[in-house]
C-alpha cells in the first residue's frame, strides 16, 4: 500500500521534523553535560569522557523519544502516513529463531507475539536501554522468548554473544548458507547506524539460514535524481548532517544508501530468491525502504 501526496503543509512539515529532533538530542546532550559538571563535579568529563556521556544522553533521548505515546499501530492501517505504518505488515512475517537488530527500549515488542516466533534475541549495545528494554518484554508476555544481548550486530561482538547462548555461528570465511542461524532478521530503524553498512549487511546475510527473511524497515538517502525523490529534501539531509544529527543522535547517518547495500549483500548466492523492496515519503529527508527479503534456499 502507497502512502498518498503530501499536501503543502505536510511536505513542509517533513522538512522540518528533523530540525526538531535534532534540537531535543541536542538538549539531551546538553543536560547531561551540565549534571556531570554541576551536580556530580566531575568538570572534566565534558572533555575527557564525550563517549560516555553522549551513550547517556542518547539513552535518555531515545527513552522519552520512543515512549508509547505514540506506538506502532498493531495491524497495517488503511492508508500510510507516517514510518511506524510501514511496520506492522512487515513484522507479520517474523517466525521461528528471530534476531532483532537494535531493538532500543522494545518499541516493536507488541508486533512480536506470534506463536510462529520460538525465541527472539535483541542484539542492543546501548546498556541504558536494556531495563526498559526487559521490562517491555515481560509486559508484552515475552520474558521467557526474548532475551537481550549487550553488544552490536558486527560478527566480532555478536558470534561471541551467540555463542555463550549456544548459537554456533561461525565467524570465519564461507557463504551465507554455511553459517545460517536465524529463521528471521529484523532492521527497523537501524541500520542508519551501524559503524560499517556493508560488512553489516553482509553479516547479517550470513546469518540467515536458507530460505530466511530480512525484514527491513530503514530510512535512506533521498533518492533526488530519481521522480520519487526531491532535490530539496537531499539538501535538507545535508544541512542537518552538517548541524551534528549523527552526533547528538546516536550516530545515525540520514544519507546512507541502504538498499543498494541489502541488494549486494545477496550476490555470493546470486541474489535474493525474493527481493521486492518499497520506497515511501520520497518527497521528504526521511524516506523509507521496506519489505521482506528472501535469502535463496
Known amino acids: ?120 534475541y535483541g542484539a542492543e549495545p546501548c546498556q541504558g536501554l536494556h531495563d526498559e528494554l526487559r521490562e517491555r518484554a515481560r509486559a508484552e508476555g515475552l520474558a521467557e522468548k526474548y532475551r537481550v544481548l549487550g553488544c552490536s550486530v558486527a560478527a566480532k561482538e555478536l558470534v561471541p554473544a551467540l555463542a555463550k547462548e549456544g548459537l554456533p555461528a561461525k565467524d570465519g570465511e564461507g557463504n551465507g548458507k554455511e553459517r545460517g542461524v536465524f529463521d528471521s532478521i529484523i532492521c527497523v530503524r537501524v541500520l542508519c547506524s551501524v559503524p560499517d553498512l556493508n560488512r553489516t549487511v553482509k553479516d547479517l546475510y550470513s546469518l540467515l539460514k536458507p530460505g530466511g527473511k530480512l525484514l527491513v524497515v530503514e530510512h535512506v538517502v533521498n533518492p533526488w535524481r530519481s521522480s520519487k525523490g526531491s532535490l530539496v529534501a537531499r539538501i535538507a539531509q545535508a544541512v542537518y548532517g552538517l548541524l551534528g544529527w549523527s552526533w547528538f543522535i546516536g550516530s545515525c547517518c540520514l544519507d546512507r544508501d541502504t538498499e543498494t547495500a541489502l541488494r549486494e549483500a545477496a550476490e555470493v548466492d546470486g541474489g535474493w530468491e525474493v527481493g521486492d523492496l518499497d520506497r515511501h515519503f520520497g518527497s521528504g529527508p526521511l524516506p523509507y525502504v521496506s519489505g521482506v527479503l528472501v535469502k535463496r534456499s
Open 1 to 120: 500500500m502507497a502512502a498518498k501526496e503530501p499536501s503543502t503543509v505536510q511536505w513542509t512539515w517533513s522538512l522540518l521534523e528533523p530540525g526538531l529532533l535534532l534540537l531535543y538530542g541536542m538538549s539531551y546532550y546538553a543536560r547531561v553535560n551540565l549534571e556531570a559538571v554541576f551536580k556530580k563535579g566531575q568538570l572534566l568529563a565534558p572533555i575527557l569522557q564525550t563517549g560516555r556521556l553522549r551513550d547517556e544522553a542518547f539513552g535518555r533521548f531515545w527513552i522519552a523519544f520512543s515512549s508509547p505515546t505514540h506506538p506502532s499501530p498493531l495491524s497495517p492501517p488503511p492508508q500510510i502516513t507516517c514510518s511506524s505504518d510501514l511496520i506492522p505488515s512487515i513484522l507479520a512475517h517474523a517466525s521461528g529463531l528471530v534476531l532483532d537488530v537494535g531493538p532500543g527500549t522494545g518499541t516493536q515488542l507488541p508486533l512480536l507475539r506470534s506463536p510462529a516466533i520460538e525465541t527472539i
